[in-house]
């Protein structure tokens, strides 16, 4: 149904509410240079409304779908006038929604949402792919950053102005000496093989008539320089290059600057760039080039020609995700002069991104920069935890990185930032430097990509908020174009990581671009056999070094997030083209570990028969796994060993996990015999693996506390066997002192598989558990991140790997799902259908919790006062929630702002809803 005039609409309907909010497009809040033709518009519905019934959607360039009849207001498909490149228009929303009494009301028109093409095919291109002359191209690490320049002339002022930009590389861009747009690490991270991203920058407002001049800064970045453990460089080429269009509109005319053979390269202040070693900057490098506000003469004469390069236009795309910037500035917390003479900044906080630093050495001093998570027993920081094995020199280690260096020409104003490197660090050791350093010197800038928060957790015990917060940290830490491992040693897009940590970001920020941006690398980066790689972005098998570790690559837990992390995006979203987008890939994942399990057999049951049992063809014993890893007191990681180790009890745990999460993603996707087809298979792996691996007294055959939780957590046990599952896992958790025992990739489900076969209790013993191993013992000895190990700072404070893994923070989940008490319903998506159930423990007298997803912010929070539990609950549009409180029947609700009574289970129940308002 549609209505002719918005006039009218108004008319007939007096009562305005309030107007949709978070207008997003493809999952963005800013939709420049976006090469989606057909984007799709979504909103929240307004606060305080029940129900949605009808939308609206306008825009400047004449698409208007009238009124439409609709609760649906996520993912709506542009219908207006076919979109080009640079097609430009403003969109907003209003919505029909009912009140609690029934009434239809309309809202307020949305504020504009504007949406901005990029260039959409390679055609629009006419910048050529440019870049420095290199005859001999410097040694990793060292390799300078170069400036690719050009003047201009403009007649007059135009009227607007566009710089698309990308690079093999990391570039920067300056108009006349004003840097170009607020993102950093730009073009970001992807597999550049078969996607790069380009940028889209509105520069109207720096450009001026008469003379201009553009300039790049362009380093190694991804592209060529070192990445993770291995430090391999050159992953994807040998050179770096740029490509940049300028179109500047006035009138009718249209000048295209692109980059071409007429620009100019010269050296730069960055005499050496790399993401993990570091930036060397020598401002006396700049003496006699050219002023970036004004293309003097000498610019001219310093500057040789850029060579044009045959590179591809084909993989360039615009943004998925949102951008990395910026997000945070801090001052240190302390300086300190150590007797070296060095002097040690402390942030406060474990941090990635870099300093901006303004009080350099005199003209030709060098000043030095360690970056660090801790310090050594002297007070300076140490970097030996985070040195990586060199697997080609077996017993030797290589250097940590995270090293700048800086010298200053003298010129006033001189300030070091160096954007064309990262680093994980708390404290930096400031090297070199005689002046003391004042609070106002030196800043961290906190870099990452810029996510939406969406969730928060708050209760009455501050040493869980603490924890809520060291997690939250680890995870901004590691959020930089892709969900990284860690933020120093490797900022390496492990799949593993990001599979079991996925439920508790996507609670927390709005992940969902980010991490479809993500999983396109993930497919792009399968292998052709289905194995899904431990790392993406990564280079593909022709990479030497890839080849070298590819016997780690197809291991359960790590390659199942390819079903795990776009099934968990669905849950959060409701956006079943998630799990369409990756359909293929995960059947070519399951095709693999299928293939593995009917064919191989696993030596250590070949010699127990010769004639394989017919379970055996579902068990997946075989190939390279890293098991549950980083048990607490488990052996050092041997890669070489756990290749030939039977890690069966595991993966077949993942490979039942995973086509029952398939089974359901089929469902959801209209695809029935799929679903029955995959249900079967995980029902089989399931009566295999408790064959294979519980014995007649219901006791997991190879005792530790993940392959309990495993156990209950992927439903590989019949339900007569829970209840002797759980006593196991119990006993294993006492005969460790009540300690935790897991390592990666049971940690999340510990507690609550725990609180859901009624051990809520020893949840809590666990959760508040203060002795190592435990969270908390992380929050006593003062952490500000999650560490990798459970001992990351030992008893004695000394540093142990990385002090910034988010893996082990998944936990707080179990803070927004059972102590605050919000979770999904079982077959909800996109939070339609919510549960609302506070499981309180360890004394805790209050939580609160909130969750902003695509229906609105949803809020809990309950006290508990003299053995009555109050609860508040606000339920936001479209949303139904089931409220259960201990020993009473369910209750109901929908939107609106309600409250409850109840003895808080520790007393006989009494409960009462004692208010519902909208
Ligand atoms: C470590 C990484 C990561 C983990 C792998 C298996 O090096 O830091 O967290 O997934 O190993």
Redesign the pocket.
């Known amino acids: 149904m549609t209505s002719s005039s918005l006039d009218a609409d108004v008319e007939t309907q007096p009562r305005e509410r309030p107007a949709p909010t978070r207008l997003r497009v493809e999952y963005l809040k800013e939709a420049f240079g976006i090469t989606a033709s057909a984007p799709r518009m979504s909103w929240a519905p307004p606060a305080g409304t029940v129900q949605q019934t009808a939308y609206r959607i306008t825009a400047d360039n004449g698409w208007d779908t009238g009124k439409v009849t609709s609760a649906r207001h996520q993912l709506i498909p542009y219908t207006g006038p076919a979109l080009q490149s640079r097609s430009r228009f403003e969109w907003r929303v209003r919505t029909w929604n009912t009140d609690a009494d029934g009434t239809e009301t309309a809202s307020a028109w949305s504020d504009p949402m504007p949406v901005e093409l990029g260039l959409l095919h390679a055609s629009d291109w006419t910048a050529q792919w440019i870049g420095p002359e290199e005859p001999d191209v410097p040694a990793r690490e060292e390799r300078p950053g170069y400036a690719l320049h050009k003047a201009f002339t403009l007649d007059t002022v135009p009227e607007t102005g566009r710089a698309y930009a990308t690079a093999h590389g990391i570039y920067e861009l300056f108009l006349n000496g004003v840097r170009v747009g607020d993102q950093q690490l730009t073009p970001g991270s992807t597999s550049y093989n078969t996607t790069l991203q380009f940028q889209a920058y509105d520069i109207t407002g720096l450009l001026r008539p008469g003379g201009n001049t553009i300039r790049a800064v362009l380093t190694d970045g991804w592209y060529r320089g070192t990445f993770g453990?291995t430090r391999d460089a050159d992953m994807y080429g040998s050179s770096t290059a740029l490509l940049a269009q300028l179109e500047i509109q006035s009138g009718d005319n249209r000048t295209v600057i692109g980059t071409d053979g007429s620009w100019r390269v010269s050296r730069t202040e960055i005499l050496g760039a790399d993401l993990m070693a570091g930036q060397r900057t020598d401002f006396r490098a700049l003496e006699g080039t050219a002023d970036d506000a004004a293309p003097c003469a000498s610019a001219a004469a310093e500057a040789g020609a850029a060579v044009v390069l045959n590179c591809s236009y084909g993989t360039l795309t615009g943004p998925v995700a949102p951008p990395t910037r910026i997000v945070e500035e801090f001052p240190p917390v302390s300086v300190t002069r150590l007797a070296s003479g060095r002097q040690v900044v402390d942030f406060g906080q474990n941090i990635h991104g870099w300093v901006r630093l303004s009080t350099l050495g005199g003209p030709g001093e060098a000043v030095t920069l360690v970056y660090g998570e801790a310090l050594d027993a002297t007070g300076d920081v140490t970097q030996d935890h985070l040195r990586p094995h060199d697997f080609r020199r077996p017993g030797q280690f290589l250097p940590a990185g995270q090293v700048d260096v800086v010298t200053a020409s003298g010129a006033p104003g001189e300030v070091f930032e160096p954007r064309h490197t990262t680093h994980g660090f708390q404290y930096v050791s400031v090297q070199g430097l005689t002046t003391d350093l004042a609070a106002e010197d030196i800043t961290a800038c906190l870099v990452h990509t810029d996510l939406e928060p969406v969730g928060s957790f708050t209760c009455s015990d501050p040493r869980l908020n603490k924890l809520h917060d060291i997690v939250q940290w680890s995870f901004r830490d590691n959020a930089c174009e892709v969900p990284t491992?860690?933020p120093q040693?490797?900022k390496?897009g492990?799949?593993?990581?990001w599979q079991l940590f996925v439920p508790t970001a996507a609670y927390l920020y709005d992940v969902t671009g980010f991490s479809r941006k993500w999983l396109r690398d993930v497919r792009a980066d399968q292998w052709e056999n289905g194995v899904i790689v431990?790392i993406s972005p990564s280079p593909g098998p022709g990479f030497t070094s890839a080849e070298f570790m590819a016997f780690?690559n197809g291991?359960c837990g790590?390659g199942d997030a390819i079903a795990m992390v776009p099934w968990e995006l669905y849950l959060a979203t409701g956006d079943a083209g998630i799990l369409a987008e990756n359909w293929d890939a995960m059947n070519r994942w399951l095709g693999f570990v299928r293939t593995t399990a009917e064919t191989q057999r696993h030596p250590s049951v070949t010699a127990a028969g010769a004639v394989p049992a017919p379970h055996e063809k579902y068990l997946w014993d075989t190939g390279f796994h890293?098991g549950e890893?980083?048990e607490p007191d488990g052996p050092e990681?041997d890669l070489f060993a756990a290749r030939s180790a039977d890690h069966g009890i595991v993966a077949t745990a993942y490979y039942r996990n995973t086509t029952a999460v398939m089974a359901q993603a089929a469902a959801v996707l209209g695809r029935p015999e799929e679903a029955r087809a995959l249900a079967n298979l995980s029902e089989n792996i399931r009566q295999a693996w408790e064959k294979e691996y519980l014995d007649p007294a219901g006791q997991v055959t190879q005792p530790s506390q993940a392959n309990c939780v495993r156990a209950l957590a992927f439903d590989l046990v019949s339900p007569q066997h829970r209840s002797s599952v759980t006593a196991q896992l119990v006993s294993l958790i006492r005969e460790a002192g009540t300690h935790v025992g897991t390592g990666?990739l049971a940690t999340p489900y510990l507690l609550p598989v725990l609180a859901d076969n009624g051990e809520l209790d020893l949840a809590y013993e666990l959760l508040m558990q203060d002795s190592e191993p435990s969270w908390l013992v992380m929050v006593d000895r003062g952490a500000t991140t999650m560490w990798?190990l459970w001992n990351g700072l030992d008893a004695g404070g000394a540093p142990h790997?990385?002090l910034n893994?988010y893996?082990k923070g998944a936990v707080v989940s179990f803070l927004h799902r059972y102590t605050a008490g919000l979770r999904q319903a079982p077959g909800s998506a996109g939070y339609q259908r919510i549960i609302i159930e506070p499981r309180p423990g360890a004394g805790l007298s209050s939580a609160a919790t909130s969750h902003t997803g695509p229906q609105g912010r949803i809020d809990v929070a309950w006290e508990i006062d003299d053995g009555v539990l109050a609860l508040g609950a606000t339920v936001p549009s479209g949303t139904t929630a089931e409220v259960r409180l201990p020993g009473e029947p369910v209750a109901v609700v929908g939107p609106g702002a309600h409250s409850f009574l109840a003895a808080d289970g520790s007393k006989s129940p009494h409960f009462h809803p004692a208010r519902s308002t909208l």
């Not at 492990?494 to 990581?497: A, E, K």
């Open positions: 453990y491992d860690c040693r490797e390496a492990w799949t593993g990581d431990n780690t291991s790590w890293f890893w980083m990681p990666f990798e790997q990385s893994h893996s």
